[in-house]
């Protein structure tokens, strides 16, 4: 893997915190392996002195014990300051606490350096940090930052591969100024094999300096690995092999609503259930809520009987159903592979990723709930202060009868098409290309 740090959105994020007067302590939440501690190392290159522990290191024993010992924030900086030959100076030192769900102590210290120490910079991160925070249901309210990163959105890859003057155009783009034909030829292009590749860093490292999918099929293998690994760790009463099978579930059944009936064999409902929110907790599977979408805000009409599932990367998805590298590369439309499940779960994905990374981001989508009805709209947005429609189409073409019922009953001004195509208009329908879904909401 590169040694070149590829630079993220949540730097800007990260460097106008450590700017601020008044700066509370920070907690980078995210998935495992997402690039939580690769942003703060490169934020960590702004100050004289870099004091980095991870609780999951055996040699951290000892700085764990201070935070058990103490609820001093000075008293357990000077001692770590000793313990690591590293001085800890208010507004020259980043103390960074990593993995910190492995000491639930260092966790509710956050609150105290907010309270005693705020002008020493903090921050901390972890990758099942949310198991640990349900054990500390009043943490930190108010003297507290979270940040939130998931994996690299679709500009990101463009940055990383050298295309900074195309993602520059991109963010400019829209459907009253187009892309010439030759331009939306390339971002095509590059779209088709960042959905390949995903948006894991290691993974995008190792295609930014190989240029090889073959490498990044392995670099995916490997993670996959990883990711069961963890599925012990989540917690004990829930048998790994179940959360294997609600993951693989979810996989195959993306696109869709969630079927319980269809998620396990051996398991009821209570139990897919308890699999589903574990899965959530860590990061890897986000929810897509059915909304009545009669007005704002959205969660106010939702109803959480019935939801879809993404997973966390679209190279997850594409190495776990073994797809075939050499047809998407080469397909006019992805259609022809896995009837679109590809392209809405990528059109999910940046929509959350292109939220603010100040809170934890929400999808619905929308259902007519006449019995009988089978009109769906994949996503449901707010832009501004409209509900705005959202349909993602794998091809070029295909009926937008949903979109129009939609718009039609709640008397909404317009609606949102991602396919294949350019950027356009037609009727009261916008057209953004797929490798536009993060300009929407902008």
Same mark, same amino acid.
């Given at each position: 893997?590169?040694?070149?740090?590829?630079?993220?959105?949540?730097?800007?994020?990260?460097?106008?915190?450590?700017?601020? &007067?008044?700066?509370?302590?920070?907690?980078?939440?995210?998935?495992? !392996?997402?690039?939580?501690?690769?942003?703060?190392?490169?934020?960590?290159? %702004?100050?004289?002195?870099?004091?980095?522990?991870?609780?999951?290191?055996?040699?951290?024993?000892?700085?764990?014990?201070?935070?058990?010992? #103490?609820? #001093?924030?000075?008293?357990?900086?000077?001692?770590?300051?000793?313990?690591?030959?590293?001085? &800890?100076?208010?507004?020259?030192?980043?103390?960074?606490?990593?993995?910190?769900?492995?000491?639930?102590?260092?966790?509710?210290?956050?609150?105290?350096?907010?309270?005693?120490?705020?002008? @020493?910079?903090?921050?901390?991160? /972890?990758?099942?940090?949310?198991?640990?925070?349900?054990?500390?249901?009043?943490?930190?309210?108010?003297?507290?930052?979270?940040?939130?990163? $998931?994996?690299?959105?679709?500009?990101? $890859?463009?940055?990383?591969?050298?295309?900074?003057?195309?993602?520059?155009? @991109? !963010?400019?783009? #829209?459907?009253?100024?187009?892309?010439?034909?030759?331009?939306?030829?390339?971002?095509?292009?590059?779209?088709?094999?960042?959905?390949?590749?995903?948006?894991?860093?290691?993974?995008?490292?190792?295609?930014?300096?190989?240029?090889?999918?073959?490498?990044? %099929?392995?670099?995916?293998?490997?993670?996959?690995?990883?990711?069961y690994d963890d599925?012990?760790? $989540?917690?004990?009463?829930?048998?790994?092999?179940?959360?294997?099978?609600?993951?693989?579930?979810?996989?195959?059944?993306? /696109?869709?609503?969630?079927?319980?009936?269809?998620? #396990? %064999?051996? =398991?009821?409902?209570?139990?897919?259930?308890?699999?589903?929110?574990?899965?959530?907790?860590?990061?890897?599977?986000?929810?897509?809520?059915?909304?009545?979408?009669?007005?704002?805000?959205?969660?106010?009409?939702?109803?959480?009987?019935?939801?879809?599932?993404?997973?966390?990367?679209?190279?997850?998805?594409?190495?776990?159903?073994?797809?075939?590298? +050499? !047809? @998407?590369?080469?397909?006019?439309? @992805?259609?022809?592979?896995?009837?679109?499940?590809?392209?809405?779960?990528?059109?999910?994905?940046?929509?959350?990723?292109?939220?603010?990374?100040?809170?934890?981001?929400?999808?619905?989508?929308?259902?007519r709930e006449?019995? +009988? =009805?089978?009109?769906?709209?994949?996503?449901?947005?707010?832009?501004?202060?409209?509900?705005?429609?959202?349909? &993602?189409?794998?091809?070029?073409?295909?009926?937008?009868?949903?979109?129009?019922?939609?718009?039609?009953?709640?008397?909404?001004? $317009?609606?949102?098409?991602?396919?294949?195509?350019?950027?356009?208009?037609?009727?009261?329908?916008?057209?953004?290309?797929?490798?536009?879904?993060?300009?929407?909401?902008?």
């Amino acid at each position: 893997m590169s040694s070149k740090y590829l630079k993220r959105n949540i730097d800007r994020d990260l460097s106008a915190w450590k700017q601020a &007067v008044k700066h509370k302590p920070l907690l980078l939440r995210g998935a495992r !392996q997402v690039g939580k501690s690769s942003s703060v190392r490169e934020l960590g290159k %702004q100050f004289d002195y870099f004091l980095e522990i991870n609780f999951e290191e055996k040699e951290s024993k000892d700085a764990a014990t201070l935070f058990e010992r #103490s609820s #001093s924030p000075k008293r357990i900086c000077d001692e770590l300051s000793l313990m690591y030959n590293t001085p &800890v100076i208010p507004g020259r030192t980043l103390l960074f606490l990593d993995e910190i769900q492995s000491c639930i102590p260092a966790i509710s210290s956050l609150r105290f350096f907010y309270e005693n120490y705020s002008e @020493l910079h903090v921050i901390a991160a /972890g990758s099942l940090l949310e198991f640990a925070l349900e054990k500390l249901p009043s943490f930190g309210v108010g003297r507290i930052r979270s940040l939130f990163l $998931y994996p690299f959105s679709f500009d990101e $890859y463009l940055r990383a591969m050298g295309f900074e003057m195309l993602a520059d155009a @991109l !963010q400019k783009a #829209s459907p009253e100024t187009p892309f010439s034909e030759a331009l939306h030829n390339k971002c095509l292009q590059q779209l088709i094999r960042f959905m390949l590749i995903g948006g894991m860093p290691e993974v995008v490292a190792t295609y930014a300096g190989s240029g090889s999918m073959l490498e990044c %099929q392995l670099v995916l293998d490997d993670l996959m690995f990883s990711l069961y690994d963890d599925f012990s760790k $989540y917690r004990e009463r829930v048998p790994e092999s179940r959360l294997r099978e609600i993951f693989s579930s979810v996989i195959r059944q993306t /696109g869709g609503k969630f079927t319980y009936s269809k998620a #396990s %064999q051996d =398991s009821n409902h209570m139990q897919i259930k308890e699999s589903m929110e574990l899965l959530e907790r860590a990061g890897v599977v986000y929810p897509v809520t059915h909304t009545s979408a009669n007005g704002l805000p959205l969660a106010a009409e939702m109803n959480t009987k019935h939801r879809k599932y993404l997973i966390f990367d679209t190279g997850i998805l594409q190495r776990f159903l073994r797809l075939d590298l +050499g !047809q @998407l590369i080469t397909a006019e439309s @992805l259609e022809q592979v896995n009837k679109g499940a590809l392209a809405e779960l990528f059109a999910g994905l940046e929509l959350l990723k292109s939220a603010p990374s100040t809170s934890s981001a929400q999808l619905y989508y929308w259902q007519r709930e006449k019995r +009988g =009805s089978t009109a769906e709209v994949d996503y449901v947005v707010q832009c501004n202060a409209d509900i705005v429609p959202v349909e &993602v189409k794998s091809g070029t073409k295909g009926s937008m009868q949903s979109m129009f019922q939609f718009l039609s009953e709640k008397n909404y001004p $317009y609606g949102i098409r991602c396919s294949m195509e350019n950027f356009g208009t037609y009727q009261n329908i916008k057209i953004y290309p797929l490798y536009a879904v993060s300009q929407i909401e902008k």
